[in-house]
Structures are given as structure tokens and as C-alpha cells.
């Protein structure tokens, strides 16, 4: 099993719907988690930490379920400008696994 | 905002050949790593580095790389004898203190291709 799983997509969305990820992971010892976004030939870059609670910035929300091993990112109100793959990021002992992304098309 | 700096933007090497692909780490960041990522691959972890030493490394991460932080502020990447398969972008990321609860900052990357 891998280590971090998402189901690669692509989600093709329309403007101002909803849309959900997950991503599972399979060590339990894992320790913190990220969600990043990545432009198509950029680098990834920090969307939002995940945290037990469950944490909102805006038009996105992430929640974590250790006791399932995933974690979610929802988002709100999309834009044009969400067409983008999203990673789902877990640290454990210091080494960050990336999964392969969830890819996400907004169609105006 | 500080960033993380990577150069070259794109290196173009021969099979065989040695590279060495630098970056220029936040300033106030102790942690840093190398990722690599394949053309239409996932983002893959080669090695951390802390307190002047190796703290964990990949299996992608075998004899013919290495990594150097040879003054306080660059932190380098050598692949000794390049391979075709060495080709992807190579990202260089750093962060605070433990990457427990601190994201990592990614560089722009360098373009690796070997011919």
C-alpha cells in the first residue's frame, strides 16, 4: 500500500461549485500534514496545514481523521483560479511524503 | 517575502557528466531538503539535512549523490555521474525547525536534463 493515496482526478468542475478531495495515508505514526498546490512546470506551494480540529481559510476547509488515516480538503465558492493539482503532504520522523496530486479543472 | 533561490533554472548535461545544482535556503531556516519530480510524476523526497549532516535520505538517494552545505548560506545538490533517468526537476525546500507542524518553503526548481 502507499504511503499517501489520492485519487488523481481530474475533477472537472464547474465556476462556484464545491469540491472535495481526500487523500489516505498508511502509517499511523505520521505525525503532521499538509495540503499544497501545484501549478502545472511550478513548485508546490503551501495551501494550508491540517490540523485535529479541522481549520478554514476562506473558500477552503481541511479536516483530519486519524483514527480513519485521511484527511479532506473542501472547496467552496471555485474559481478559475483553483485549476491547479493539489497534494496531499504527511511528515513523519522528518520525512515528507508528497502524494501524486488530485488534478482539478474549473470550467467557466 | 524571504524565498528559497535555486540555480541554474534549467541545466542541460551529458549522461556521465557531474552537476551540482545550488540553492540559497531561507536565512533563518534550519532544515532543508532536496525533492525531485519527474515530468508528469509524483514529487519525490531524496534527502534532509540538519545540523550539518544527512538526517534521512531515500532509496533514489544512492552513491552517486550527495549533499553540502559548504558556507552558512548555500546548500548543494552533486549527482556525480548522471543518468538519463536523472532528468526532472529538482526542488530544494527548507523550513524553521522540524518539519513537525512547519511547512516547507520550496525554491523554483532546477530543469534537469541529461542527453
Known amino acids: 500500500r502507499k504511503e499517501v493515496e489520492q485519487d488523481p482526478g481530474p475533477f472537472n468542475v464547474p465556476e462556484g461549485a464545491t469540491v472535495a478531495f481526500n487523500c489516505t495515508y498508511s502509517n499511523s505514526a505520521s505525525q503532521s500534514f499538509f495540503w499544497y498546490r501545484q501549478d502545472c512546470r511550478k513548485e508546490p506551494k503551501l495551501l494550508m496545514s491540517v490540523y485535529s480540529s479541522g481549520n478554514e481559510d476562506g473558500r477552503f476547509t481541511a479536516q483530519l481523521n486519524r483514527a480513519s488515516q485521511y484527511i479532506s480538503l473542501l472547496i467552496r465558492d471555485s474559481k478559475l483560479s483553483d485549476s491547479a493539482t493539489y497534494l496531499c503532504v504527511v511528515n513523519r520522523d522528518d520525512k515528507i511524503i508528497f502524494g501524486k496530486g488530485t488534478r482539478l479543472h474549473i470550467l467557466p | 517575502e524571504p524565498e528559497v533561490t535555486q540555480t541554474p533554472s534549467h541545466q542541460v548535461t551529458q549522461m556521465g557528466q557531474e552537476v551540482i545544482l545550488r540553492c540559497v535556503p531561507i536565512?533563518?531556516?534550519?532544515?532543508f531538503y532536496w525533492y525531485r519530480q519527474i515530468l508528469g510524476q509524483k514529487v519525490e523526497f531524496l534527502v534532509s539535512?540538519?545540523?550539518?549532516?544527512?538526517?534521512?535520505k531515500s532509496e533514489i538517494f544512492d552513491d552517486q549523490f550527495s549533499v553540502e552545505r559548504p558556507d552558512g548560506s548555500n546548500f548543494t545538490l552533486k549527482i556525480r555521474s548522471t543518468k538519463l533517468e536523472d532528468s526532472a526537476m529538482y526542488f530544494c525546500?527548507?523550513?524553521?525547525?522540524?518539519?513537525?507542524?512547519?511547512?516547507?518553503?520550496f525554491g523554483n526548481g532546477t530543469r534537469l536534463t541529461v542527453t
Open positions: 536565512s533563518n531556516h534550519l532544515y
Open positions: 539535512f540538519y545540523n550539518n549532516e544527512i538526517s534521512e
Open positions: 525546500a527548507s523550513t524553521t525547525g522540524s518539519s513537525y507542524n512547519s511547512p516547507l518553503h
